[in-house]
C-alpha cells in the first residue's frame, strides 16, 4: 500500500524520469502476467488499475502491449475456448457467459465460438458429463439424479433441451 502512495507521489517530477519507471515497471508487470496466459484488455486494464499506476502509465502501457500482440480479445477468446474444450467442458452458452466477463465483446466472441465449435460435438459432451456426474449419485432416486445433473450441466452452458434429451436417454433407456 506505501509503495502504491509512493509512486503516485513521485509521478508528479518535474523529471520525466519517475514516469517511464513507472512505466517500465507496469511493462515488466504485463510481461510477467503475460507468460502465463492471453489476456483481455479490459482485464489487463484492471490488472493496471488494482496495481496503482496512473492513467496516463496505463494508457501507454495498453498501447505498447497492443503494439506487441500481448492484448489480443480474439486471441483470448480462442485460448480460453480451446482450453474450457480440453479441461473443463462447456455448452456454447456458458462459454459465451465466460468470455462477456472478461470483457470480450459479443461480436467477437460469437465470432470465436462459431469457429471453435464448428467440429465440437456438444451432445456428446453433455453427454459424457451427464454419464461421469450421474456415477456419483447411485443411491438416490432417479428424480434426485435428474434434478441434480440436470442443475450441473445448466450451469456448465448446456442448453436445458439438450441437458433434458440426454438425460431422458440415460436414465431411462439404459443409456
Known amino acids: 500500500m506505501d509503495k502504491r502512495k509512493n509512486l503516485k507521489g513521485r509521478k508528479n517530477n518535474s523529471q520525466g524520469s519517475t514516469d517511464s519507471d513507472e512505466l517500465e515497471r507496469a511493462k515488466s508487470y504485463l510481461d510477467l502476467l503475460f507468460k502465463y496466459r492471453p489476456r483481455t484488455e479490459q482485464e489487463t486494464r484492471e490488472r493496471l488499475e488494482e496495481k ?15 503494439a506487441t500482440g500481448n492484448v489480443d480479445d ?3 477468446a480462442k485460448y480460453f475456448i480451446e482450453d474450457r474444450k480440453r479441461n473443463k467442458p462447456t455448452g456454447r452458452s456458458g462459454l459465451y457467459r465466460k ?7 459479443r461480436e467477437v466472441a460469437n465470432d470465436a465460438l462459431d469457429e ?14 451427464a454419464k461421469k456426474r450421474l456415477r456419483r449419485y447411485e443411491g438416490d432416486d432417479v428424480k434426485a439424479k435428474y434434478r441434480k445433473t440436470s ?7 448446456f442448453s436445458r433441451g ?3 434429451q440426454v438425460l431422458k436417454e ?3 433407456n439404459d443409456g
Open 162 to 164: 439438450e441437458v433434458k
Open 116 to 129: 471453435a465449435l464448428a467440429d465440437y460435438d456438444q451432445a456428446e459432451k453433455c453427454r459424457e458429463l
Open 99 to 105: 468470455l462477456l466477463e472478461y470483457g470480450v465483446d
Open 151 to 157: 442443475s450441473f450441466l445448466v450451469r456448465r452452458g
Open 170 to 172: 440415460l436414465l431411462f
Open 74 to 76: 480474439r486471441l483470448f
Open 52 to 66: 496503482g499506476y496512473s492513467p496516463e502509465v496505463i494508457g501507454e502501457a495498453m498501447d505498447w502491449a497492443k
